[in-house]
């Protein structure tokens, strides 16, 4: 076929995140040759955001400020973009973009994706409306469901009663180069003494940060001398600073807000930990097992595909601060076992979350779509 695909990448956020940075390395790894990438984005500009990258996107990027998810203003300027530039299929990523873009694809008759980057449990914190129209959406009017990992898939499918073949599982990828070049291991890691424990994430109720600072005071208590890395913006920010001063340990966390220098950040730290309460599949996480760093995670969401339990890491239940203390204690004073970890954990990322990968199944998955739209 001479012609190329032209697809809609649909989010209802730049915010510097996990889909948002997927949005963006799908936009650059994609065959130029067979598919013609659009990004649109709308909704209120953030100070820590990924404008900058998608304005530097060599693909058309289009954004359509708005400060309404009911706007009749924000339906009409995507849905007239799809209809001036022939848009074959939308793809959308996060809440507001899944129901507007599958009411807006129903409309124009073009067949739409949507990539679920959580799981259910993330709708129950959204207002009653939009949880019902995030549901009905996928329910009944997208073409096609991704989820990041199979568990999750599972949890649709029994929560949202989505059929079998209406949704399929491919897992987030990472541009691993320049994590992979990363040493296996830091220069002064010798023992459990003045390490560097580094957490990157939003500073959300989602990711419990406050969790963490809870585990950091016990692990305080026991290696004086750790630092504690908080990497991230988030409306908790303020909250986890007063947090940190009332624990004690101020002196021993940092928090260093939005770094677009995480290899390097990863490069100088000898354990990555995530205390979320609730997860997709976190890209975050990816990029720390490519950096050949220890992890300690949570058991939420899609964790147990990308991290084998004593394998790959260590996973702690979500909100237990002595076990998180205990695990992050327990890389701290083996160096061997972090090592060999990380070993395998850079392995396994390599070979089944890259973004070469990740893009091939989400091309295949547009193809398929597109041929059984023309049906």
């Not at 190329?4 to 995140?17: C, D, E, P, V």
């Not at 949570?298 to 339990?309: F, K, M, N, W, Y």
Request: charged share 20%; proline share 4%; hydrophobic share 45%.
């Amino acid at each position: 076929m001479d012609q190329r695909y032209k697809i809609m990448q649909l989010t209802g956020s730049l915010a510097i995140g996990g889909a948002e940075k997927l949005i963006l390395s799908l936009a650059e790894h994609i065959d130029p040759e067979k598919f013609e990438v659009h990004v649109c984005a709308f909704g209120k500009p953030k100070a820590n955001s990924y404008m900058q990258e998608f304005q530097n996107l060599k693909q058309p990027f289009h954004y359509i400020p708005s400060n309404s998810f009911y706007s009749p203003m924000t339906y009409l300027s995507i849905a007239r973009y799809v209809r001036d530039n022939k848009i074959d299929l939308i793809h959308t990523h996060l809440i507001f973009a899944d129901i507007i873009g599958s009411v807006l694809g129903k409309l124009l008759k073009v067949p739409v994706v949507t990539t679920l980057h959580n799981e259910p449990n993330s709708y129950r914190k959204r207002r009653l409306d939009r949880r019902w129209l995030a549901r009905v959406s996928a329910e009944r009017i997208t073409t096609h469901l991704v989820t990041v990992a199979n568990f999750i898939r599972d949890q649709f499918m029994i929560y949202w009663k989505i059929p079998d073949g209406k949704v399929s599982c491919i897992y987030n990828g990472v541009d691993l180069d320049e994590f992979l070049h990363i040493p296996e291991q830091i220069e002064n890691d010798t023992n459990e003494a003045g390490l560097t424990i580094v957490n990157v994430a939003s500073l959300t109720a989602q990711k419990a940060q406050h969790i963490l600072l809870e585990a950091a005071k016990l692990v305080l208590s026991e290696q004086p001398d750790t630092r504690f890395l908080i990497v991230g913006k988030g409306d908790l920010e303020e909250s986890l600073k007063a947090k940190a001063l009332a624990l004690g340990i101020s002196e021993n966390v940092v928090f260093t807000g939005v770094r677009r220098d995480i290899p390097e950040i990863l490069s100088q730290s000898h354990i990555f930990v995530l205390s979320s309460l609730w997860e997709g599949l976190p890209l975050s996480a990816i990029e720390a097992m490519a950096a050949a760093r220890g992890v300690v995670v949570t058991d939420v969401g899609g964790i147990r595909e990308l991290i084998e339990p004593n394998k790959h890491g260590l996973v702690v239940q979500p909100g237990d601060v002595k076990e998180l203390a205990n695990a992050l204690l327990m890389l701290m004073r083996n160096q061997s076992l972090r090592i060999s970890y990380a070993k395998f954990a850079r392995e396994n990322v390599r070979t089944l979350f890259n973004i070469e990968l990740t893009t091939r199944q989400y091309q295949e998955l547009y193809l398929t779509v597109l041929d059984s739209a023309l049906v």
